[in-house]
């Protein structure tokens, strides 16, 4: 059976997405090739941050490696685009972590916004959990450096129908999880004179601004952190001292863990544990989960829509997947079950339980293959369009099984009957007592047929017609044996009747026994089809439930904050949209097969 769940350990870090001559993203062929080899699910971790804050050396650290993404020791922004780093992922045993890292936001060498926008869009939409990576303390100033927030409801669309042109509504629900990290953080967590964890320290900072007079500076003040509060279910905050001297600092890529503050080393391990247990698989709306190679065309299809100036969108990007991966799905499962029968079936097989046997344990893996490389499957129109691929193989198998046997069975009787025939050619039994002797050779030869091993399903179907080819010839010495009188040749003859009969029950229920096995072929693909696609959507349904609560459970504390806070007209906006969310799934259903 093949490795369905296949990774790359990459050595060192590629370049994912780039821009071209013309200034425009593009995805770098590489990377898609790389990617296209991965068929486990993918853990995503992006980071973003302003250039020369120290991201790359976060994902080095998650690599665990000292060296990987470059660091840089000058002021000068060294990543540029969008680069990544697969590897086995250390505790999720079947995944792939893929590490993102990102051009520097707000390098003024480069006086492009509009750029940047599109480089946080995209670890926005690419990551299960963003990173974002800044210096000193979660002031008002920092919050402001994360603008790019404000602009996503320009820059993402979930529904490709909707008309609402805000649908930052059903962001929660599509985005990643958030960390901020904090570097060479130098004061002490507290909040009014008490001790407070780095997720307070987040909250307080993301604290709203009561505002009677509506200034445009509160409005400001509050849209951002509204954004962040509002489109992350899951926010997480990591706070991280000065690893050593600045000194030191210039050969961060030649440090090991000893040269580095013990107070630094024990909190960036701490970020590295959470970052390997809390982040989930990489998925779609409903659960849907993403292979390295489904992740490889759906950064390809977001990079293509912002090319013609379009906005991404989720909705298409779900259909473009479905369309690449489907069709591709349904070639290399199919192909699959060539190959295997071609090596594992040797015809003509003994019985039609060999062969249906072999059929139904390749038909096991094929549908496992297809299951795991397909993506929303509407109406299983794919999968069906397998099996009927698949059934046609196997029709075209027995066929063939049923000319290889007739063959062998046909070569086996020339053999076993040869000098039975030969006598008869030289009229050695047209005899008094002749009969006797051919009815005696005739069944040693019948004896040698059946014992013969390779005949094949149509052992005895061949030889009853080999049987009926021969009555005449049985007649004709019936007739010419002048020992026998004319009762014991009718005797002869009702005998040779009853043999016949006898033989075509034989015949018939060779017959039967073929036809029967192969409606329980049928019925047993149809179960394996059904089962292990069952099993996939209580997956898929799962994920989507957690999916569900997770978004619930943060709007309904969004809703109790802002309560709180004194904000009780978005208060009462988000209890409509916990409202309609609990309708949307109630009312979604499925069907299948």
């Not at 050396?57 to 540029?80: H, P």
């Not at 701490?270 to 809390?278: E, L, V």
């Not at 004896?447 to 005449?472: A, C, F, P, T, W």
């Amino acid at each position: 059976m093949p490795n369905m769940m296949s990774t790359v350990e990459m050595a060192e870090p590629v370049c994912l997405i780039d821009t071209d001559m013309s200034g425009r993203l593009c995805v770098r062929r590489e990377a898609v090739e790389i990617l296209d080899k991965i068929t486990q699910p993918v853990v995503v971790v992006a980071v973003v941050g302003l250039y020369r804050t120290g991201k790359s050396y976060l994902m080095n650290r998650l690599a665990g490696k000292q060296r990987g993404f470059a660091l840089g020791a000058t002021i000068e922004s060294k990543t540029k685009g969008i680069w990544m780093w697969c590897v086995p992922h250390p505790i999720k045993e079947g995944h792939t972590l893929v590490l993102v890292d990102t051009e520097g936001l707000g390098d003024v060498n480069k006086g492009d916004e509009k750029h940047d926008t599109w480089i946080f869009c995209l670890a926005v939409l690419l990551s299960c959990t963003l990173v974002y990576n800044s210096m000193g303390t979660i002031d008002n100033d920092a919050i402001e450096k994360l603008q790019y927030v404000t602009e996503l409801t320009k820059h993402i669309k979930v529904k490709s129908d909707s008309k609402d042109k805000d649908q930052s509504k059903d962001f929660m629900s599509i985005f990643p999880s958030f960390v901020w990290v904090v570097r060479d953080f130098t004061l002490t967590l507290e909040l009014e004179g008490r001790p407070i964890t780095a997720d307070q320290y987040l909250d307080s900072a993301l604290k709203l601004k009561k505002d009677k007079g509506s200034s445009p500076e509160v409005s400001r003040y509050n849209q951002l952190r509204m954004c962040l509060r509002e489109y992350f279910s899951v926010r997480k905050c990591f706070v991280l001292e000065r690893p050593a001297n600045t000194k030191k600092m210039r050969q961060m890529e030649q440090l090991t863990d000893a040269d580095l503050d013990p107070s630094f080393v024990e909190q960036a391990q701490d970020f590295c544990t959470y970052i390997f247990h809390n982040t989930q698989a990489k998925t779609m709306n409903g659960g849907l989960s993403l292979t390295g190679r489904m992740w490889g065309n759906l950064a390809e299809t977001y990079v293509e829509a912002i090319r013609s100036g379009q906005v991404p969108c989720l909705d298409n990007a779900v259909e473009s997947l479905a369309l690449i991966q489907n069709g591709r799905a349904i070639t290399e499962a199919l192909q699959f079950y060539q190959s295997e029968m071609s090596s594992k079936v040797q015809l003509p097989t003994e019985t039609q339980e060999e062969l249906s046997d072999i059929h139904a344990a390749v038909v096991k893996e094929t549908v496992e293959i297809f299951l795991s490389a397909s993506f929303n499957d509407r109406d299983q129109k794919h999968q069906q369009e397998l099996m009927e691929n698949v059934k046609k193989e196997y029709e075209e198998y027995c066929r063939r099984n049923v000319e290889e046997s007739r063959k062998m069975s046909k070569s086996i009787i020339s053999r076993a009957f040869a000098s039975v025939e030969t006598a008869v050619k030289e009229g050695s039994y047209m005899r008094p007592g002749g009969y006797a002797d051919y009815r005696s050779d005739m069944d040693k030869a019948t004896e040698q047929y059946r014992s013969e091993k390779g005949h094949g399903i149509m052992k005895e179907e061949v030889l009853k017609e080999y049987m009926d080819e021969n009555e005449g010839t049985a007649q004709s010495i019936l007739s010419a044996d002048k020992s026998l009188t004319e009762s014991e040749q009718h005797i002869e003859a009702e005998r040779l009747k009853t043999e016949a009969l006898e033989q075509n029950q034989r015949v018939l229920e060779e017959q039967n026994k073929i036809q029967q096995k192969q409606i329980e072929d049928q019925q047993k693909t149809y179960n394996e089809n059904l089962d292990q696609l069952q099993k996939k959507m209580a997956e898929e349904h799962k994920r989507a439930q957690e999916e569900y609560e997770r978004v619930l459970n943060a709007k309904m504390k969004e809703q109790r904050d802002l309560l709180e806070e004194g904000f009780k007209k978005r208060s009462d906006e988000l209890q409509r949209e916990i409202m309609a969310l609990r309708s949307q799934s109630r009312g979604s259903s499925c069907q299948i097969l």
